[in-house]
C-alpha cells in the first residue's frame, strides 16, 4: 500500500501538467457542478497547475470529477473522491500544514458541511426549483427529451436519498433548512475573524465550504431560502467573496499563476493519454485524430443516452398499474410552498 502511494506520488511530481476534467462553466463559475467545484478551489489552494477540460457527455455520471496526472486517475467516485485520493496517496494534503489543529474538529465541521450543507443545496438545487438551473449546468447540451428524462430521475433519486415522500415533504423541509442554519452559524463561530476556517491557512473543509458558498450565492436564485439563510452570515459571505477574488478572479493569466486554464472541449470517457509524454498536450497531427476520436466519443455518448432511455422506460413500465399513481401523487407535490 505504502509502495503504491510513492508511485501515485511520484507519478504526480513527474506530470508536467495535470488536468482536471470536470463539467462545464456557467453563473460566473468556471465549473457550475457543485460536486466539481472544491477539487478546482482545492487544486488552486495548494497552488497546483493544472488545465480544466469539459466532459458534457455523461451529465449524470458519478466519477466526475476527476484528475488525470501520468498514467493516474483520481476518480470522484473511488476512494472517497480526488480530494481524499490526493490527501491518502500523500500527494497534496492542506491539513497537513495544521498539526496544532484538533483533528475531531476538522472531521466534525467536515461531516457538517458534506451532510447538512450538502442536502439542503440537493433539495433546493433539484426538488425547490423550476429545473432551470441543473438544465443548464448538466443536460443544456442534450435534446430536451432526453434531458427531461434524466432530470426526473435524478429528481425521484434525490427524494430517496433525502428520505423524502408525500406524506413528510413539509416536515423534511424545515428539518433540512434547520440543519442548514445550524451549520451556517456553527461555521461562522468557527471562522469569526479568520481569513481561514483553522488558523489562517486553508484546509480541505475551506475548499468544500467555500465551493458550497458560492454556488449558493451566485447560482442560486434570490428566492433561494438557502441563499437567505447563508446571507444572514457577513463573515461568512465575506470570506467567499474574498476567496473567489484570490482563487478564481485576480491574474487570469495561467501561465504567470500556475492556476490552471479551461479547455472548451468535452469527452465521454476518461481521455487516453499520449504515450510519449507526461503532459496533457495535442500531437503535432491532431487535428485528423482529434476529429476521429470525437465522433468515437459521440457514438459511445449516444449509445449511453440510449440505453438510460431504455432503462427509464423499462421502469415505468414495471412501475405501472396502482404504483402508477401514487408516483403521480408524489411528483405532483410542490416542495416550494
Avoid at 504526480?12 to 453563473?27: D, G, H, I, S, T
Avoid at 497534496?92 to 439542503?120: C, E, F, I, R
Avoid at 441543473?134 to 442534450?142: M, V
Avoid at 427531461?148 to 423534511?172: C, D, M, P, S
Wanted: glycine fraction near 4%; include cysteine.
Amino acid at each position: 500500500m505504502a509502495s503504491a502511494a510513492a508511485a501515485a506520488a511520484a507519478e504526480w511530481e513527474e506530470a508536467e501538467r495535470k488536468v482536471l476534467v470536470a463539467r462545464k462553466a456557467a453563473f460566473g463559475l468556471p465549473t457550475a457542478c457543485p460536486t466539481c467545484l472544491p477539487v478546482l478551489l482545492y487544486l488552486r489552494m495548494c497552488n497546483v497547475p493544472f488545465d480544466i477540460h469539459v466532459d458534457s457527455s455523461f451529465p449524470d455520471a458519478d466519477h466526475i470529477p476527476y484528475v488525470e496526472f501520468g498514467e493516474c486517475v483520481a476518480f470522484n467516485n473511488e476512494k472517497g473522491g480526488v480530494i481524499e485520493y490526493l490527501k491518502e496517496e500523500k500527494i497534496v494534503d492542506l491539513n497537513s500544514k495544521h498539526p496544532s489543529v484538533s483533528y475531531s474538529d476538522v472531521l466534525s465541521t467536515k461531516a457538517m458541511v458534506m451532510t447538512w450543507l450538502s442536502d439542503a443545496l440537493q433539495y433546493e438545487l433539484w426538488l425547490a426549483s423550476d429545473g432551470s438551473i441543473p438544465h443548464d449546468i448538466y443536460f443544456s447540451d442534450l435534446s430536451w427529451p432526453i434531458g427531461k428524462i434524466l432530470y426526473w430521475k435524478k429528481t425521484r433519486e434525490v427524494k430517496q436519498q433525502l428520505g423524502i415522500t408525500k406524506l413528510n415533504a413539509a416536515e423534511k423541509e424545515e428539518e433540512i433548512y434547520q440543519k442548514a442554519n445550524a451549520a451556517y452559524d456553527a461555521l461562522s463561530t468557527r471562522l469569526g475573524d479568520q481569513i481561514f476556517l483553522f488558523d489562517n491557512s486553508p484546509t480541505d473543509v475551506d475548499a468544500l465550504f467555500l465551493g458550497h458558498a458560492l454556488f449558493v450565492l451566485n447560482v442560486l436564485p434570490d428566492t433561494s431560502v438557502l441563499r437567505s439563510c447563508l446571507q444572514k452570515y457577513d463573515n461568512l459571505v465575506n470570506f467567499t467573496k474574498h476567496l473567489k477574488v484570490q482563487l478564481l478572479e485576480a491574474d487570469s493569466d495561467s501561465s504567470a499563476t500556475g492556476l490552471g486554464s479551461t479547455d472548451p472541449s468535452s469527452s465521454s470517457t476518461p481521455r487516453k493519454r499520449a504515450s510519449s509524454g507526461r503532459s496533457y498536450k495535442p500531437k503535432p497531427r491532431a487535428k485528423k485524430e482529434r476529429t476521429e476520436e470525437e465522433k468515437k466519443f459521440r457514438r459511445k455518448a449516444k449509445y449511453f443516452l440510449a440505453t438510460q432511455l431504455v432503462a427509464v422506460l423499462l421502469f415505468l413500465s414495471l412501475m405501472g398499474g396502482a404504483d402508477s399513481s401514487e408516483l403521480d401523487d408524489e411528483d405532483g407535490v410542490d416542495y416550494e410552498d
